[in-house]
């Protein structure tokens, strides 16, 4: 069986998504990571081990406890098959737009356990790339606009 009848397999068993739902949760951890390393006001660029840190927290998705998850990280390997995916804007207004959009989905169509993990699995991954140095401040502390990038990501991801 080819990867991409796995990850069809796998979606079968986790919701009635539509091709436009499934891009949007299987994008979404990847437009986290880009617009959490972009550098803004009061956050700093930060680099290959921001990205690397991310991509490490969507692969760790792959132990959770969650089909969803599980299924949505599946996807997002079986991508890179050499099959471009859409250009997706990372601007952070878009993204927290597409949280919100995600959210709705899940409300609609996912088990509410699968929703909660999924919701804080993305939130995770922002997190691993905030907390990458050189944006901690002296004594390990996040950034104040890494924090409150952070909040803003958990209230438009329905966390806070």
Do not use: K
């Amino acid at each position: 069986m080819s990867e991409r009848q796995r990850v069809n397999r796998r979606r079968s068993t986790v919701g009635p998504y539509s091709g436009a739902e499934w891009e949007l949760l299987a994008g979404l951890p990847g437009r986290v990571i880009v617009t959490a390393v972009q550098p803004g006001p009061g956050r700093p660029h930060r680099g290959v081990a921001a990205g690397l840190a991310g991509l490490d927290a969507v692969a760790a998705g792959r132990a959770f406890d969650s089909d969803l998850v599980r299924a949505v990280v599946a996807a997002i390997y079986a991508r890179h098959d050499g099959t471009p995916s859409p250009a997706q804007l990372t601007d952070l207004v878009d993204v927290l737009a597409a949280c919100r959009a995600a959210v709705r989905v899940l409300d609609r169509r996912a088990d509410p356990a699968d929703s909660a993990a999924y919701r804080q699995w993305v939130q995770s991954v922002a997190a691993r790339v905030c907390r990458t140095v050189p944006a901690m401040v002296p004594g390990g502390a996040l950034a104040p606009a890494d924090r409150r990038f952070l909040d803003r990501l958990g209230g438009a991801l329905g966390l806070r």
